[in-house]
């Protein structure tokens, strides 16, 4: 049993940065890779960032690429989403996620069967 607990939401103004945290609970033996995903209403839960965990590879989806810094700091097994010169739409309410996956679809949403209750981030002057 994994449980994600998300955490660093807020408001801020474009240009501006947030860190975004998931604690994540219990079992490692469960899953080998954590992501962030997004999601505003109306429209589909979408791939930010995700990591192989430990030490393997990062990917980003284009709109997070050079601004956006996915980690994981294994000594507190709490995943991180650094989000600088955030923009208006940048905001969505943010997920983290778990799963056990191969090599391939590691930002796609059915990939993961565990999420967090996600934390709002509204970007707006």
């Known amino acids: 049993q994994v449980t994600l607990a998300e955490s660093g939401g807020g408001s801020v103004q474009p240009g501006g940065s947030l860190r975004l945290s998931c604690v994540v609970s219990g079992s490692t033996n469960s899953w080998n890779t954590l992501a962030w995903f997004r999601q505003t209403p109306g429209k589909e839960r979408e791939g930010v960032a995700a990591?192989?965990?430990?030490?393997?590879?990062?990917w980003y989806e284009n709109p997070a690429q050079g601004r956006f810094t996915i980690a994981h700091d294994t000594t507190k097994n709490t995943l991180y989403l650094q989000m600088n010169n955030l923009k208006p739409e940048d905001t969505a309410t943010y997920y983290c996620a778990a799963g056990l996956l191969g090599d391939s679809g590691l930002l796609e949403r059915d990939q993961y069967p565990t999420w967090g209750q996600g934390t709002q981030v509204t970007v707006s002057s």
């Open positions: 990591i192989r965990t430990p030490g393997g590879g990062i």
